[in-house]
C-alpha cells in the first residue's frame, strides 16, 4: 500500500490549524488502517493533547503530562526521533493518560512534527489497540515513506500555525491600540474619576488585595485589568472569576481545583483558577455573592498561601495577588453576618470606589464620542453626531446602568437613527419623558423603610420651567433626586446637600409617598 501524496499536498490548502490537525491525523490513521492516535505539542512545563482520534478520544484532548515525567511523546519532542514503543513494556510510557479507556494501547508508533527550519514542535502517535499487535505497517522502507509524508503535514500544520498567530499578534495589536486610545470606562477628566484613576495607579505599585466597590456598570473589572496590567505581575496570568454567575459547587471546582475521581464526572485532574493565576492576579468579580462556605477557603488562601484541589489530600502553594470587586455594601454585609468581617478585611487592605456615571456627567460627552467612534468603526458605518440639546439632556439623565447603559444607548443609535444628527426625536421613550422605565431596587442601597414613596409614572429629564410654581420644581428635583440614587433618602440628601431630616421633611410635606 503507497500512501497518496497528493491528499497530504492539499493539507497545505487548510489554514485553520484545528481543522488541519484532525484532517492530519485522520489521514494517518487511515494509511496504517488503525482507529487511533493523538497529536502532542510542548507548552510550558507540560507536554499537551490537542487533538486526538477513536473511541473516548474526549478522555486524551485536553490532557497535559509535566515535562519532568516520562512519556513517549515527550521523548520523541525531545529527541526528534521517530520510535516504536510497546506501552506495556516501555517505560517511557505515561499510563495516566489512559486511565478509564475501555480499551489500551498495544503498540504506539510516533513521530516528531518538525518545523520549516528543522526544529521539533510537537509529535503524532498512530496507536495499535488490537492486542495482537498487527495492525500497524512496520516495514523500514513503508516507515521512511511515511515519515517524508509527516514531514509534509507537519510543515503545513506549522504554516497554519503561524498563520493563525499572525491573526492573534493583529487582534491583541488591535486591542492595544484601542486601549491607547482610551478604554471605555477609563476616559474622563471629572474630579471623581480623576480621583479613583490616581489610587489605581498607586495601587498598582504594590502586592496588596484591592477592594473596588461601585455601582454595576460602572466599570470595576475594567479598573482590576489595569492594576495587573501596571503591576510588577502583569507578565503573569490575570484570571477572572465571577462570583455569583455559577453554583457554589461549581464555583469551588472552578477557583481550587479538582483530582481525577473528587465527584461523579471528574475524569481528570483539573487547575483552578488560583493555581492558573500563579505569579499573577486573580480578579474574583462580584464577591459579595460568594457564599460563606467558600469565604472561608478563600480566607485561607490569603493566609496561607496554599490551596487544596477538591479530592486532594496535599495543598499546593500559589503565589497570587487578588483583586475583588462588588456592587453590594460589604460592611452591611458583614453586620447582617452574610459576608465573613475577617475576609472583609482581608480583601479591603486597599479600597477602591468607582464613581458612578451620574457622578461624573462631565464625562458624558468625551464617552459618547469614544463609544460612536468605535462601535461606528466596527459597523463600517460613519459616525453620528449629537444636537446640543441632546447632550444637555443626556449629561443631566440618570444613567441608572452606568457607562455599560451608555455604552448600549449608542449601539442603540447607530441601529436606529437614520440621520446623522441626532435629535430628540431619536432617543428612547424613557429618556424624554414619553414612557419612563422602572428601575429595579438596588440591594447595596436599598430604600429607606421609614417612608413610604410613590413613583409617578414620568420623571423629567430634561426640566421646562414654564409656568410651575416653586413647589412644582422642588417636588420634581426631589423626585430626580430620588430616582438617580435609587430611591435612598440618604443619598439624595447628601447630594441635595441638605441634612437628612430636612429632606424627609420636605418629602413629607409635598406628599411624596409610596403605597404598597
Avoid at 479 to 491: E, K, P, Q, V
Avoid at 492 to 507: E, G, L, P, Y
Wanted: with cysteine; charged share 30%.
Amino acid at each position: 500500500m503507497r500512501p497518496d501524496i497528493h491528499f497530504f499536498r492539499s493539507l497545505s490548502e487548510e489554514l485553520n490549524p484545528e481543522r488541519l490537525q484532525r484532517k492530519f491525523l485522520e489521514s494517518l490513521l487511515e494509511l496504517q488502517g488503525v482507529s487511533r492516535g493523538s497529536i502532542w505539542i510542548r507548552k510550558d512545563q507540560y507536554y499537551l493533547c490537542v487533538e486526538a482520534a477513536g473511541r473516548q478520544r474526549e478522555l486524551m484532548v485536553g490532557v497535559r503530562i509535566p515535562a519532568g515525567q516520562p512519556s513517549i511523546a515527550g521523548w520523541v519532542i525531545e529527541k526528534g526521533k521517530m520510535t516504536i514503543a510497546e506501552p506495556e513494556k516501555d517505560g517511557r510510557h505515561y499510563r495516566e493518560a489512559e486511565k478509564g479507556f475501555d480499551v489500551k494501547s498495544s503498540l504506539i508508533l510516533c513521530f516528531p512534527l518538525l518545523l520549516r527550519d528543522g526544529r521539533v514542535y510537537g509529535a503524532v502517535q498512530i496507536i495499535d489497540t488490537d492486542p495482537r499487535k498487527t495492525k500497524l505497517n512496520l516495514e523500514s522502507s513503508y516507515l521512511s515513506e511515511l515519515q517524508g509524508l509527516i514531514d509534509i503535514g507537519s510543515v503545513a500544520l506549522s504554516n497554519a500555525i503561524r498563520y493563525h498567530q499572525k491573526l492573534e499578534e493583529t487582534e491583541s495589536l488591535k486591542q492595544t491600540l484601542e486601549q491607547i486610545q482610551g478604554q471605555p470606562t477609563l476616559i474622563g477628566q471629572s474630579p471623581a474619576f480623576l480621583r479613583s484613576r490616581e489610587l489605581m495607579e498607586e495601587y498598582a505599585r504594590t502586592d496588596y488585595a484591592v477592594l473596588i466597590t461601585g455601582e454595576s456598570g460602572t466599570g470595576k473589572e475594567l479598573f482590576a485589568r489595569r492594576i495587573h496590567q501596571m503591576s510588577r505581575r502583569s507578565a503573569k496570568p490575570l484570571m477572572a472569576q465571577n462570583c455569583s454567575a455559577i453554583p457554589e459547587t461549581l464555583l469551588e471546582s472552578e477557583l481550587f481545583g479538582y483530582t481525577r475521581g473528587a465527584f461523579s464526572g471528574a475524569d481528570k485532574d483539573r487547575m483552578g483558577l488560583f493555581e492558573a493565576a500563579d505569579g499573577g492576579t486573580l480578579f474574583l468579580d462580584e464577591i459579595g455573592d460568594m457564599p460563606l462556605k467558600l469565604q472561608a477557603r478563600i480566607l485561607r488562601v490569603i493566609q496561607d498561601g496554599e490551596v487544596k484541589p477538591l479530592g486532594s489530600n496535599s495543598a499546593r502553594q500559589v503565589d497570587v495577588r487578588i483583586v475583588a470587586a462588588t456592587h453590594r455594601n460589604l460592611p452591611d454585609m458583614v453586620g447582617q453576618k452574610l459576608f465573613r468581617e475577617d475576609l472583609y478585611y482581608r480583601l479591603s487592605v486597599l479600597p477602591l470606589t468607582v464613581p458612578t456615571l451620574r457622578e461624573r456627567r462631565e464625562d458624558v460627552p468625551l464617552l459618547l464620542r469614544h463609544f460612536m467612534r468605535r462601535e461606528a468603526l466596527k459597523m463600517g458605518a460613519a459616525p453620528k453626531r449629537f444636537a446640543p440639546e441632546v447632550l444637555d439632556l443626556l449629561q443631566t439623565y440618570g444613567w441608572g446602568g452606568n457607562i455599560r447603559e451608555l455604552e448600549n444607548f449608542v449601539r442603540y443609535i447607530l441601529v436606529t437613527a437614520e440621520t446623522d444628527l441626532i435629535g430628540k426625536v431619536h432617543l428612547p421613550g424613557h429618556m424624554t419623558g414619553s414612557g419612563q422605565r422602572r428601575r429595579r431596587s438596588d440591594m447595596q442601597h436599598p430604600p429607606d423603610s421609614s417612608f413610604v414613596i410613590h413613583e409617578r409614572t414620568e420623571k423629567p429629564t430634561h426640566l421646562d420651567f414654564g409656568d410651575r410654581t416653586w413647589e412644582d420644581v422642588e417636588r420634581e428635583y426631589i423626585l430626580f433626586l430620588m430616582d438617580t440614587h435609587r430611591w435612598n433618602i440618604t443619598r439624595a440628601a447628601q447630594t441635595a446637600d441638605v441634612n437628612r431630616s430636612t429632606f424627609a421633611s420636605r418629602m413629607r410635606r409635598l406628599g411624596i409617598r409610596k403605597s404598597s
